[in-house]
């Protein structure tokens, strides 16, 4: 085996982990080799599973639902707007703690 089917093996294991049937990682690479034109798709893409789905992450905007032939899939980093959201509570509220209740409550939760 090469380093390269190594690699691979490893991460159909964690897509198994994830809930995903070996059926459906095995669609999932023969239509990434397709998509991408390539024998080793997993070298050009980062792969992403709710256990449901796979999806490709080619770039850090760019992020596909494999099985829906390229559909876009919309992503919200939830720190940033956290973020944001203390700065405007702080400017509407200067005396205010810096980080509201109910955001502490989610982190602990």
Same mark, same amino acid.
């Given at each position: ?12 294991? =964690?897509?198994?982990?994830?809930? #995903? ?7 999932? #690479?023969?239509?990434? =080799? ?8 997993? @070298? ?23 099985? =829906? ?13 956290? @973020?944001? #959201?203390?700065?405007?509570?702080? =400017? ?18």
């Amino acid at each position: 085996y090469s380093f390269g089917d190594i690699v691979q093996l490893r991460v159909v294991k =964690r897509l198994l982990d994830a809930g #995903m049937s070996l059926k459906k990682i095995r669609q999932a #690479m023969d239509l990434l =080799r397709e998509q991408l034109n390539s024998a080793t798709p997993l @070298a050009d893409v980062t792969l992403l599973s709710d256990g449901s789905t796979i999806y490709a992450a080619h770039s850090a905007d760019e992020v596909v639902d494999v099985f =829906r032939r390229g559909q876009g899939v919309f992503g919200i980093a939830v720190g940033p707007v956290q @973020a944001e #959201m203390e700065g405007e509570i702080h =400017r509407l509220f200067p005396d205010e703690p810096a980080v509201p209740a109910i955001a502490t409550a989610a982190r602990e939760a």
